[in-house]
């Protein structure tokens, strides 16, 4: 394990079927007002809306109502929800929805009492907040981003062609949530397909990267194996209880925090995947499965010890009579025998992306230096060349 460790994740997490009767306990913690924030009308359809009125009305709150936080949530809506709760003197956001619902939650907790260009300030500057938090609450509908227990909130600023990711502190992570699996059945596939992809992607970013012997790779071993048995069954059966909740758990523990413990991380899919979401507007786990392939096989030598490691210990690749890097080839072969099963896209043409399109999404794809290789902006067209 490498560099000192602290470890502090403050969210209580509630999981399983009867994880909302946990709410009204909660919900007295906090004080009377309460913005409820939720997206385009699915919890309106399938139940969970009037399930969690019924909980706060029962708690005797006042209710905010704050619909409409759009998949990939813009600056817009985060600053007129900033307002909102602002002059509605918020007490609790309670952010009903998927990774979008609460990432703008934390967003908006952070702005409302923000005298500075929330924008500025926490996207571009990646400053703490210096004002007065108002705590997050999730009940989560939508699984892949582990947004429900980690600081990120992802924000696309339209006009600046950029989004971009603000990783909060504990301080701001949800105080609470609510993971029941059965919320996520009605999910449709090509939502659910991406959310698993984006599970696999951020235990990926984290594990394809460093070269020490570290227990946090024993860890997202694990994680990756259960992925892949759950992933099948649960694109077979949606409604399979035990899949959706071992996929629910998986991704609450592939992104909150406790993997990148002690270790080197990459995210430069993510970089590129968040560069091509600015412009497109496409679903995330999509954007991250457009470009993986080309990007780990361009990639592949700089890490090859790795890349072996997880052919071997993921995909079960027998090394016998092989060498190095077939053995790892082979390992990127099953990823994308997987991707292909479940059915995530595995071109950026499916998105929209076009070779016009290029030179922005290079513009907007921030360089890092964690992985195995440190991209330079004409690597980056390149892979995003291969994947169209
Ligand atoms: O808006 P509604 O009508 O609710 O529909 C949503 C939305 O259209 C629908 N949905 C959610 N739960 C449903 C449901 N439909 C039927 N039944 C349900 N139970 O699903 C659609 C997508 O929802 P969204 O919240 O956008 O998906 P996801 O959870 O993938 O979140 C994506 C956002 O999270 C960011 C992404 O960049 C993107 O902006 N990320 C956040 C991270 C974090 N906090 O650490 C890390 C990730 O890498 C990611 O960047
Ligand atoms: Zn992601």
Redesign the pocket.
């Known amino acids: 394990m490498l560099g000192d460790i602290v470890y502090h994740n403050p969210t209580k997490l509630y999981f399983g079927e009867h994880a909302l009767d946990h709410l009204q306990e909660e919900l007295a913690g906090y004080g009377p007002v309460v913005m409820l924030s939720?997206?385009?009308?699915?919890?309106k359809r399938?139940g969970?809306y009037d399930a969690v009125t019924a909980v706060l009305r029962a708690a005797g709150k006042t209710v905010v109502e704050d619909p409409g936080?759009?998949?990939?949530?813009t600056l817009e809506k985060l600053l007129d929800g900033a307002k909102m709760a602002r002059e509605h003197h918020v007490d609790l956001i309670l952010a009903v929805?998927?990774?979008?619902?609460?990432?703008y939650a934390k967003g908006v907790a952070a702005s409302a009492w923000c005298e500075e260009d929330p924008w500025e300030k926490y996207y571009i500057r990646e400053e703490e907040p210096s004002c007065r938090l108002i705590p997050v609450g999730a009940v989560l509908?939508?699984?892949?981003?582990?947004?429900e227990m980690?600081g990120?909130?992802?924000i696309?600023n339209r006009a600046a062609g950029l989004?971009v990711?603000k990783v909060f502190g504990p301080e701001n992570y949800p105080r609470f949530s609510i993971l029941n699996p059965r919320?996520?059945f009605?999910?449709?596939q090509y939502?659910m397909v991406?959310?698993i992809f984006?599970i696999m992607s951020?235990i990926l970013e984290q594990y394809l990267s460093g070269a020490d012997d570290n227990t946090s790779d024993y860890l997202a071993e694990g994680l990756m194996r259960s992925l892949v048995v759950s992933s099948r069954a649960a694109v077979m059966n949606p409604e399979d209880y035990e899949a959706r909740s071992n996929i629910m758990w998986t991704a609450t523990w592939a992104?909150n925090t406790l993997l990148k413990m002690g270790k080197a991380q990459d995210w430069e899919v993510?970089m590129i995947g968040?560069a091509i979401?600015a412009i497109t507007d496409a679903?995330?786990?999509m954007t991250l499965a457009a470009v993986s392939l080309p990007y780990y096989r361009h990639i592949l030598r700089d890490g090859l010890p790795r890349f072996v490691r997880f052919a071997k210990q993921v995909w079960g690749v027998r090394p016998e009579g092989k060498t190095p890097l077939e053995i790892a080839s082979e390992g990127l072969s099953c990823l994308e025998a997987w991707m292909k099963e479940i059915g995530v896209v595995l071109h950026a043409a499916e998105l929209g992306v076009t070779e016009e399109n290029i030179p922005a999404i290079v513009k907007g794809t921030f360089l890092l230096d964690g992985g195995y290789r440190q991209l330079t902006p004409a690597e980056v067209a390149d892979i995003l060349r291969e994947s169209l």
């Open positions: 939720y997206g385009g009308g699915s919890i399938n969970i936080v759009m998949p990939n949530p929805g998927g990774g979008s619902v609460v990432d509908t939508m699984v892949g981003t582990g947004s980690n990120g909130s992802v696309t989004k990711g919320f996520t009605t999910v449709p939502q991406s959310g984006d951020h992104l993510h968040q979401g679903t995330h786990g």
